[in-house]
């Protein structure tokens, strides 16, 4: 933990545990006979509980957003640029919570939980989870924390899809969305790349049909390549052309299938990194909650309608080079909010970094991000939250 | 074959093979001792051997590009749209070659061919194969049929950087060259999407570093995943949606790891039906031919100086959404042939088919390509070719 981020960061963290052993009903017909989530808080719950900030995580994130666990962790959490003292999601201000999404693979009931019925791991019997199942739980888990409304929930991607499924699931529970690179619903083009991983996870020898922890080995061929082409997808074609160009790994091309150049060399590291670290289950649930997630599906296909109840004020924040859900996609839920006559701010950060934009430093987006955050306490201060 | 297809078609052929026993020295370092080319011929050489047109294919492309090999074929050959009586390659006047690329799984000497060092099959041990090698073996097969200069020389994607590398070493050799959805070189985005491929294929533990044969086995679940990778980047984000959007295979969602929506289903198809029939060794060659292309990169990345010393007439055809090899990348060509005041032609296609439009109907197309042809008959006739 580098000294110099100390005046600005949450500093270190701890991940607490919430049991729940009350039946829970999912999207797909199944349920779960109770659960944990592993989350983290950063900053202080006032005396009425009403400064409260949920962060959602996207299909490889996890609970540990900001702050450090350990004195000598090399890199804070995965949101730290956006969350701590000064930040855009302001820790003197806010309580902050952010939950690992039950199927994770970071603590909370996932496939590598024990199965009661069993008394071995889940693996693929783990059921299909939807943003809507996620949404619900992170309901349950605001119970607990005594949090009756949420002054604003926020996240990015898949994350953004988890905020947009809260005020039309609960639309007394919050009073501020902020919906960042993110998507009304997967297109076509979206769903081919979850298709092509899973099917990288599913025909790998190593897979067994996802009971690959009993047969003693993991499916790191598969998992690799996934992030391998998922890795193709969060980064715009300028920012990998700026990164790597044609470099070549050595002085002369070798014509042969090692790796010639660096973006290969970028894309092999990136893969096999996480095929040890990530589950493979857990992978192939996150696709899914992102191909079924489509609010508007249940309302005709008209997303105003299906944002009819919604009673929070929305922040809208897509990239300029952001190809995975490009800024029209953003644009379609605006148009929605609007035809839906609900408050909404929009604004395409102009940033050459693609999908992963979401993640990075960037002026603009901590402004538009900061203002609105702000806004949500000002308006706590003044009671007119 | 269709019978309404005759008038406009070459009608039945039949390929030919080219046998040469001459050293062939390869861009790697290696060299073939001796190697066939298949290729089947359209329409009829004249006296003069003037009115010859080459046409090279593209990454799983062949010999085969128009006609038919038998009355009940429900296909023609890949570029049937373009090739034939009164079609833009008018075979009615021109007299036109197509040809299996070195490397090739369609007849032509690759990795499926006995090493004559070994009695057995080549497999990875056959050399790594570059445009420029192409170049030349088509030069070989020209020189064979008696053709000095070509009156054209064109293709399409990997086709077309074939075509603009014939005026680059062989600048007397031909008189027009007509290169579509193609660039001058792969981007780091081109280059990682075609090395998550070949990893796919790679590490497929049927794969066998390349000795799939020799096992009795082939790495099909790698190649369906190439396909299925390549695929995507082959089709419009919006053709890929206007195509199957989100629709489901079945009534209601399944909740599970079978095909859910229509586009899943399809890749799936691809991919299988693309694994038995294509060879895996060739794929990873042409794939790396691909990323080897770079003409300008022994002239100090100078695309101009590259082409200064080329004496052909040029057309450049790229499509509005092709991702894969964007408009922007032949522009990049144009404006390079302008610097070197090179004659050049240039036409954006309006196109919703993404990359795959090069081998579709449509009438902008027809009409430039078509034009394009016509003038140089019409130079043909007067002598000013």
Redesign the interface.
Known sequence: MPDTTLSSSVGLVTPQTATFETDFHL???KHLPGFELVYETYGKLNDTASNAVLVCHALSGHHHAAGYHHLDDRKPGWWDSYIGPGKPIDTRHFFVISVNNLGGCHGSTGPQSINPDTGTSWGPDF??MTVEDWVKSQALLADRLGITRFAAIVGGSLGGMQVLQWPITYPERLANAAIIAATP?????N???N??A???I??D?EFHDGWYEQHGVLPK?GL??AR??G??TY?S?HS??A????DLRTDS?N???DV??Q??SY??YQ?DAFSTRFDANTY?LMT?AL??F?PA?GHNNDLAKALSNTLCRFLVVSFSTDWRFAPERSRELVNALVKAKKPVSYTNVDSPYGHDAFLLPNDHYEAAFGAFMRRIYSDLNQGTL
Do not use: N, T
Request: with cysteine.
């Open positions: 999207a797909c017909g059921p299909i619903k997967l297109s076509a083009q769903i081919a790349f298709e092509v899973r099917q990288a599913r025909s020898p061929r690799k390549l391998m082409i890795h193709i980064l074609e990998m052309g990164k790597f160009g044609r091309l014509y042969g299938y010639e150049f973006v290969e894309l092999r893969g192939l899914k191909d079924y489509d599906s």
